[in-house]
Each structure stands twice: as structure tokens, then as C-alpha cells.
């Protein structure tokens, strides 16, 4: 009955910015944790960052100081704030929640970084 869409992906160069947004089917409150995960071609996928309900967040070290999480409750989003990207960014990315023993997932946007 939960519904995430992601938006926000595509080409960008190396160096450049990109911002995802999920979208949620009701409020982001009800979920203990929320995040994004990304999938290379050929690659398991792997959790990029996450926030929890009380705002406490966690990245990859792949990606820590040039990525950020955060949630808008009042428009039942959380984003990602992707900068400096490198080409080793390239993935889909999901983006996940978690209520109890719950998991949800959308089914994804691409973002490729290439010159």
C-alpha cells in the first residue's frame, strides 16, 4: 500500500550536481528510517545513505562529505543532494523505507555521470 517515487535523475559530467526527490504515498513519520540505494550494472546493490525518523543520517564512505539526506515531512519527500559526482556514481537509484519489520521500495532513476 506504500508508494515511493523517485525523480531527479539523469546525465550530468563529472564535477556536476544532481538532486533526487522521493515522493511518498502518505507521511514520511510513519516509517523509522528512510534511504537511497543504488545498483551499477553488474554490482549488488548497496545502501548510499539514510535517515531515521529522528533525523539521525548515515552515508557510504564512498560517498560521505559530497552526498546529503534530509526529508521535507510537510511535502512527504526526502531527497539527496548529490555533489562532486564522479563517473563511479553511475547507478539506479531506489529509494527505500522501513516500518517495523517492513521494507518498501520505488523502482528507481537513473543517473549517469559521464563526460
Known amino acids: 500500500q506504500v508508494q515511493l517515487v523517485e525523480s531527479g535523475g539523469g546525465l550530468v ?16 513519520s510513519r516509517f523509522n528510517a528512510m534511504g537511497w540505494y543504488r545498483q551499477a550494472p553488474g554490482q549488488q546493490r548497496e545502501l548510499v545513505a539514510r535517515i531515521t525518523s529522528g533525523g539521525t543520517t548515515n552515508y557510504a564512505d564512498s560517498v560521505n562529505g559530497r552526498f546529503t539526506i534530509a526529508g521535507d515531512n510537510a511535502k512527504n519527500t526526502v531527497y539527496l543532494q548529490m555533489n562532486s559526482l564522479k563517473p563511479e556514481d553511475t547507478a539506479v537509484y531506489y529509494c527505500n523505507a522501513r516500518r517495523y519489520q517492513y521494507n518498501y521500495w520505488g523502482t528507481g532513476t537513473q543517473v549517469t555521470v559521464s563526460s
Do not use: E, N, T
Not at 13 to 28: D, E, H, M, N, T
Open 13 to 28: 559530467q563529472p564535477g556536476g550536481s544532481l538532486r533526487l526527490s522521493c515522493a511518498a504515498s502518505g507521511s514520511i
